[in-house]
Every structure is written in C-alpha cells, then in structure tokens.
C-alpha cells in the first residue's frame, strides 16, 4: 500500500495519519480495538470518511473500553444508531460489541490481544485472515490485511524511501523482527 506515501502528503487527515499512526506497532489494546473498529467501519468506504468520523466514533464507543463495549445492550445499539457523528451500520456495530467481547476473552487465554496477534506472529496473509474470520466478527481480507498494516505487524505500509518508513523502522515492528522483509 505504498501509494498511501503519496496520497497522504499534506492532506490534512491523511497526512497526520500516515505519518504517526500508520504502520507503527501497536500493543495498547485500546489503540488496537480502536484500530480494528475502524477497519470495520470503513469497510466498502473511503479511509477519509473512517477518518472524518474517528472522534465521533472514539466518543460514541467509550474510547473503545473493551469491557464498556463488550457490555453494551440493545439500548446502546439504539444510541449508536441514532447516532450521526459515527458510521451507522447495525451489522457492524454488532460485530464491534461482539469483537470487544472476544478480546476482553484474550486476557485470559493470551493475556491481551497484543499478545494474542504475537503468539500467532508471524504468518501468511490468508492464514491470518482465517485466524481473524474464527476469531472476530465482520473481519474479510481487506480488513484484515489493513488491521495488520496499519499496526505494524505485515510490512508494506509504507515505501523505504518514505521517512515515516525509517521512523517505523527505528522501533523494530513486528514484521522487522521476523524478518518478513521491506515494504
């Protein structure tokens, strides 16, 4: 996805995005819920929109709390809904609860999701696309893939000659340190 080094430059939400977020490893559950909720979102949309509607879907989701959302009701689907700052989609907000439900679950048989994608690291794109279709609701191959990208566990995300590349780069993401190879 190395075109994103071009389409991104000064944009104002793609730039601040590619720059600092795209493709640096993440282990902060919230961050990597927040980010699998996104690519959720987004799906069969442009990023932009997924962009234009993150602070209302941060606010609307409780900061994607896990345990919050993993104990939201048909009320709050009702709220979510009804609510015009976020993508309304019912399919995909069931599928956010219901994901959040499955990584509170990963504390205790991985302690984390960080620690779930790490213990499944590293592996080919389509077995971590039928490891996230077992796992996660509403999780396709575009989703997946981007999921990945964007949190630095599959290279790609950005061109070597892109400085955001050598920032990524500097902190060793998880497909630096098994040696999966550049962009």
């Known amino acids: 996805m190395s075109w994103y080094c071009d389409v991104a430059f000064g ?3 793609h730039g601040p995005y590619h720059d600092d977020e795209y493709g640096f490893p993440l282990t902060d559950e919230a961050r990597l819920f927040e980010r699998l909720c996104l690519e959720i979102f987004q799906a069969g949309l442009s990023w932009e929109i997924g962009l234009k509607t993150r602070a ?3 606010w609307a989701f409780d900061g994607f709390d896990v345990d919050t959302v993993a ?3 048909e009320r709050d689907v009702a709220r979510l809904l009804g609510d015009a700052r976020i993508i309304r989609n019912r399919r ?3 599928a956010i609860i219901d994901n ?3 990584v509170r679950e990963m504390r205790t048989s ?3 999701f960080a620690s779930w994608i790490d213990a ?3 592996r080919a794109l389509d077995d971590w696309v039928a ?5 996660f609701a509403f999780t396709g191959g575009e989703i997946v893939r981007e999921f990945l990208l964007s949190t630095g566990h599959i290279p790609g995300a950005h061109r070597p000659d892109c400085p955001t590349f050598a920032r990524i780069a500097d902190l060793n993401p998880p497909w630096m340190r098994s040696g999966l190879g550049g962009s």
């Open 11 to 13: 944009h104002p939400l």
């Open 56 to 58: 209302g879907m941060a």
């Open 71 to 73: 104990a939201y009701r």
């Open 92 to 94: 995909k907000v069931a």
């Open 100 to 102: 959040a439900a499955r």
């Open 110 to 112: 991985h302690e984390g």
């Open 120 to 122: 499944h690291h590293p």
């Open 131 to 135: 490891l996230f279709r077992s796992t």
